[in-house]
């Protein structure tokens, strides 16, 4: 049976914690926890069995057996009547070495060696005592380098203010054999427990972070990561949506599908708001450029070999020029799935336009995006 003192408060908060964590996997889609929630709880339940292992299991101790009472009666009942019975033969000297049963070690000693241990009694007064010479003589006739330095004079105390002071330690818990031994194994299991718990809760998060990837109301933290993975635990939606009250601007929602690494083309009436450039990674670095799709410049079929690949971004500012690329895009689709032919990354038209596509278009669209790896992102001023 377990000892309660085996673990502190601590202890057992810990325990509670990274019991929550597979709860929280099993539970994930009731409660709606976030990924990080489950890294944190095991973080915090591994930093609360360290401390319970280092603060209280290691003061833990095993118990010393005193002698019961009776057994020192025992003992001494034992030993009366061994003296009574080889009374005559019982030493009469002790040896410093000697323990509490060695009272008869001169028993079987002869007469000779009895008075020979007599004359080395200190009680009568050796001859060696007699030659000894107290200090203030051995001080006044020696001149050895000890005396030299000040044999003379009394030695002083050392003066212990200067010592540092030892600091107080919690006293010991002290337990059972049985006890010590099952906190100790307790406590292991404990510790490695919250270890393999910070994994699981470090699955948890990526895990986490990749279905929630291709959702537009809670993705977070976009990185360029492959499609196929964030595709593999949610399907990339054919046709998004957007809210009234969208969670970025339009500026920052494509920002958000460039540090993605995904490739868009935009089509909006405001294409001279958006930046020349967006970073792919931090504020900065590796910027992918946005090419404005004007007249006769770029083709049609460049844009969309050029999205197929992930070479560039687009963003055309011309309604009926829309118009005409999206059907392009729709041909080439229809194209690629009759070759069971799918791009690598995924790719985003951004419609931000009054007039949406037709629901043929649409339709067409659903079907088409799906087994290629393309998404149509409607914008609330052109939803149909």
Known sequence: MMNPN????????????????????????????????????????????AI???????????????????????????RKAVEDARGGEVADIRF????AEDFIDKAGMDESDRKYLESL???????????????GDADQESDDLEDMLGGEEPTKRLSTDALPEEKETRPPIFMSEAHVAAAQRLNSINLNASLY????????????YLARANSYSQA??????PAAWRNSFTP??????????PRRTLTDELAHL???????????????????SFPTLGKSSRPIDLLRVQGDRISDSFVFESLWYGRSCFVVGSPPHAQTLFAEILRQLELRKTSRASTRHNVHLVWNLDQPPSKQDLTTFERLASSTGFSLLLCNDSRP
Request: net charge positive; aromatic share 8%.
């Open 236 to 245: 990339l939606p054919a046709v998004v949506t957007r809210p009234e009250k």
């Open 121 to 135: 009694d200190e009680s009568k007064d050796p001859a060696w005592k007699n030659r000894k010479k107290s200090r």
């Open 96 to 99: 410093a070495e000697d323990g």
């Open 52 to 78: 319970n292992s280092r603060s209280h299991v290691s003061r833990i101790q095993a118990e010393v057996n005193h002698t019961s009472p009776d057994a020192i009666m025992q003992e001494a009942a034992k």
């Open 258 to 276: 460039a540090r993605r690494g995904d490739a868009f083309v935009c089509f909006t009436k405001d294409a001279s708001t958006l930046p020349e």
């Open 220 to 225: 977070a933290f976009p990185l360029p990561l």
């Open 197 to 208: 718990v910070i994994l699981l809760g470090a699955i948890i998060l990526i895990v986490d």
């Open 6 to 49: 085996s673990f502190s408060i601590l202890g057992y908060l810990s325990v509670l914690l990274w019991l929550a964590v597979p709860l929280l996997w099993l539970l994930r889609r009731r409660i709606k926890a976030p990924g990080w929630s489950a890294l944190a709880l095991a973080v915090i339940a591994f930093g609360l069995a």
